[in-house]
């Protein structure tokens, strides 16, 4: 193991002085790396780094010493970084002084290594366990095989995958985590609304996110696999479901309507919906799928938040800053 002395994390690094132009050491995750044109047209690369505790950017022109080193540099790579604190906009961009990778042989044996990557915060198994629990409280034989025959299909990759690449849930077991939340709201909500069809709605639930298990790879960060660039998930999970029902003989009208959740869940088609929710059941999935995303994005800021911060920085989810603050009581 090589000894990596008194790295910061992206938490720690946002506590020092902002005008003090402290100079840090940090080991990041490169999650996205952005080749841009500047106004002169030099190009120069707009990179996201970050660490369980959050993220930042910064730009790293052509020239400087790393460029040629960083541009060619996968996202998913560990770097170690020596960087000055430098504000942009109110939002943290260091200026960075150096940079060189670090392989996964350097870094065996360090605590370092589970401190980069960021896990849904309730405990994968326990999750795992009550997805099982929702499948078998479907109670139409063939719509529960069904739906176990898509997880039966995509297996492992399920558990540890993403729900996004940076949206929300973007996190190793995400998608179960965001799955598994749904499936309890959906109990929840379900009596509220008899005319939407109880078993349809928990299948649709569970499903429609499926495809999202082929659609991204990596170890450590969310990136698209090339399935997922040249299908995505949406269609991908139709493909899985379609599969799934016609190998338990799910009837027709069901297995249509099934699909129709998966290919319209995304609500609107700007966002990705391939149709309009145009079901009881679908609507009620996009629905519930929205709120779910939407507050997931707000638990993960309120995790990372820094004491004393009053808001966040402005979330392109959510089109707002959030206020961090809790209520007086």
Do not use: C
């Not at 000894?3 to 995750?29: H, Q």
């Not at 898509?150 to 190793?172: K, L, N, Q, W």
């Not at 990372?304 to 920085?313: D, H």
């Amino acid at each position: 193991m090589t000894n990596f002395p008194n790295p910061l994390s992206v938490r720690e690094i946002k506590l020092l002085t902002r005008d003090g132009g402290d100079t840090f050491a940090a080991i990041l995750l490169l999650r996205r790396s952005t080749s841009k044109a500047a106004k002169n047209g030099n190009l120069f690369l707009s990179l996201e780094l970050g660490d369980k505790t959050g993220s930042f950017n910064l730009n790293v022109f052509g020239d400087h010493p790393n460029f040629e080193a960083l541009t060619n540099l996968k996202e998913g790579r560990i770097l170690r970084i020596e960087a000055k604190v430098k504000y942009y906009q109110d939002q943290l961009s260091p200026h960075l002084l150096r940079a060189e990778t670090i392989t996964l042989n350097q870094f065996s044996g360090s605590p370092l290594l589970s401190s980069l990557i960021e896990i849904a915060p309730e405990d994968a198994g326990a999750l795992w366990v009550e997805l099982q629990e929702h499948i078998e409280a479907i109670q139409q034989p063939e719509l529960r095989a069904t739906v176990q025959g898509v997880f039966d299909d995509v297996g492992e990759a399920f558990r540890i995958a993403p729900a996004a690449v940076s949206m929300h849930h973007a996190y190793r077991h995400g998608l179960l985590e965001h799955t598994v939340h749904i499936a309890r709201a959906t109990q929840v909500l379900l009596p509220l609304y008899p005319e939407t069809h109880g078993d349809l709605a928990l299948a649709g639930v569970l499903t429609h996110d499926v495809g999202k298990a082929l659609e991204y790879e990596s170890e450590f960060v969310a990136a698209k696999s090339r399935r997922g660039i040249l299908q995505g998930h949406v269609v991908l999970g139709y493909q899985l479901v379609r599969k799934a029902g016609l190998k338990a003989k799910l009837a027709n009208d069901l297995l249509e309507r099934l699909e129709h959740i998966v290919l319209s869940h995304q609500g609107e088609l700007e966002w990705g919906a391939a149709v309009i929710a145009s079901t009881p059941e679908a609507v009620f999935v996009a629905k519930v799928d929205d709120l779910d995303a939407k507050m997931g994005m707000v638990q993960r800021l309120l995790r990372q938040a820094l004491e004393g911060s009053e808001f966040s920085a402005r979330h392109a989810g959510l089109n707002t800053q959030l206020l961090l603050a809790k209520p007086s009581a």
